[in-house]
């Protein structure tokens, strides 16, 4: 139980680092991508819908990031519990 402990621990902080990295990193392209468009289309778009769709996108993303990085982590934690029980 020690080592499924363990397991568990690490898997959570290390996907949590990742999830937090993943979210910068796509604020910043999209940031990036925002400031290269002409002014034209912030006239005709409504700013409230941009950053709704933004905010919207990237939370999605960050929620299907969570589901497999969770996958994964069971997928190592049986992994780990097979090894130790060939040996």
Do not use: C, H, P
Not at 2 to 11: Q, W
Not at 14 to 42: C, P, T
Not at 58 to 75: C, N
């Amino acid at each position: 139980t020690l080592l499924r402990s363990i397991s568990n621990y690490l898997g959570q902080v290390y996907s949590q680092k990742i999830q937090l990295n993943v979210a910068d990193r796509l604020r910043k392209l999209a940031f990036e991508q925002l400031q290269g468009l002409s002014l034209i289309y912030f006239a005709k778009t409504r700013s409230g819908d941009l950053i709704n769709s933004l905010t919207a996108e990237i939370y999605q993303l960050i929620q299907a990031f969570s589901v497999i990085s969770f996958i994964l982590t069971k997928v190592s934690i049986l992994l780990v519990y097979i090894v130790q029980m060939l040996m």
